[in-house]
């Protein structure tokens, strides 16, 4: 039985917050930035600590200016001035929020007009898997009224940092992944044949509390006979029969950090081409760990991943990847594909995800998380038994 270690404590030193910033400081010279800005919850997060649930409010903005020279500044509503106050940022810039007329254009052209200049450039949240948390029409404001900056693409910078994780952040996500292997793991123990998707999905949420999760975002659960044709949506009211294949796939988070793997249960008997099939997945994970070391690429991984299913008779899948980064979100950049080709280094935190179509409209899929050492890949999850666990 899957056992958790003590929790790594909540939270990160000053001293990480300080290495992030010169992090980010000598990325900034090199794309020639003189800042970035973030909007994002885990931007934002990333960068100061600040967490709040209140980003489920849609309505204020919130600002957070990364200067290529000089401290982290904080231009937030006036309602989270206490909570900005208890992290590591002691330049806090607020507004009363809302006033959609000048809902922080005001405060922000005077921050960024402040800076020390070099490039005349200023990075955004542009990029792929980003968003720029703010009204299109104050964004084009904002850019307009700043003198002498142009508004870029800061992605790059942003991904580069965030991309390779400190032993702090690895010790969380190993955490977080030790938490959801031992709710797996005891899910046989708790769920019967006769129960829905919604039962197991019910089941392992409270698994994962009760182990000390903070949340669960993510838990879809899938079932099938003789497989399942997707893995998105879901858990439903079908109710689990013999001859199923029941996929749960589970974003649970700890203290900002996130696991992203799934486990395959038999209810009942299966049949040989769904043994066959999870034969096959399983092996190409091995061959995705295995390939998972400093100086490989993502599309080395796909690649060492592909030969093994396409050996097995795999028929293709809809997924479009096999597998991505990890961190703070679900997922994250790079992707595991043919055509990614980033480079692998210590520190990235990789999910290892190959699955294939075996029979028409029926697909197996398996996940492991890993990070990149020095000399290959450590594994954070408990790997999943080679035959699957079975429900009866």
Known sequence: MTTNATPPKRGFTRTEFEARLERAQAAMTANELDGLVVTSPHDVRYFSGFATQFWESPTRPWFLIVPREGHVIAVIPEIGEPGMAMTW??????????????DGISLMKSALEGLPRRFGRIGWEMGREQVIRMPIKDFDRLRGQVSGLEFVDGSPTIWGLRMVKSPAEVAHIRHICQIASGAFERLPNTLS??????????????????????????????SGHGGY????VGPTDRVLGDGDVLFIDLGAIYDGYSSDFDRNYAIGSISDDVARAHEAVWQATEAGIAAARPGATT???????AKVLEDAGSQGLNVGRMGHGLGMQLTEPPSNTPDDKTELVPGMVMTIEPGMEFVPGKMLVHEENVVITEDGCDLLTTRAPREMWRIG
Request: aromatic share 6%; proline share 7%.
């Open 229 to 232: 044709d997707q893995i998105i």
């Open 299 to 305: 599309s080395d991984l796909w690649r060492a991943m």
């Open 89 to 102: 940022v002691d330049d806090i810039r607020t507004w009363p929020a809302p006033i959609p007329e000048d």
């Open 193 to 222: 044949m006769g129960e829905t998707e919604l039962d197991a999905s019910r089941k392992i949420r409270l698994e994962l509390m009760h182990g000390g999760a903070d949340l669960v975002p993510f838990a879809a659960t899938i």
